[in-house]
């Protein structure tokens, strides 16, 4: 079994920083991505970063130059680095460890945290 366990959430004034940290913990061989979701009150789940085992990243254009991605492959961690941070960042953060092998061959399962929720107020 897997598990995935969001810390670093909390409330912060408009144009402050937040440093959020994902770890994945359990029978793990491999995995493929980590990447971070929001999801804001009456709003769809979206994909805020994402960073492959490679080290290749991806981030959502309202978050470009502000946000920044970064892993841990020997721990099974990741973490976002939240600057200038805006109202409308105000969400749950959700972490997820995608495409995990617990053996070689196994096949790949996708992983999710219960979320933190990240405040940010004008």
């Known amino acids: 079994q897997v598990q995935v366990v969001e810390s670093g959430g909390g409330l912060v004034q408009a144009g402050g920083s937040l440093r959020l940290s994902c770890a994945a913990s359990?029978?793990?061989?491999?995995?493929?991505?980590m990447n971070w979701y929001r999801q804001a009150p009456g709003k769809q789940r979206e994909l805020v970063a994402g960073?492959?085992?490679?080290?290749?990243?991806n981030y959502a254009n309202s978050v470009k130059g502000r946000f920044t991605i970064s892993r841990d492959n020997a721990k099974n961690m990741v973490y976002l680095q939240m600057n200038s941070l805006k109202p409308e960042d105000t969400a749950v953060y959700y972490c997820?460890?995608?495409?995990?092998?617990?053996?070689?061959?196994?096949?790949?399962?996708?992983?999710w945290g219960q979320g933190t929720q990240v405040t940010v107020s004008s």
């Open positions: 997820n460890a995608e495409g995990v092998r617990n053996r070689p061959t196994s096949t790949r399962k996708n992983y």
């Open positions: 960073i492959t085992s490679g080290g290749s990243t």
């Open positions: 359990g029978s793990i061989f491999s995995i493929n991505a």
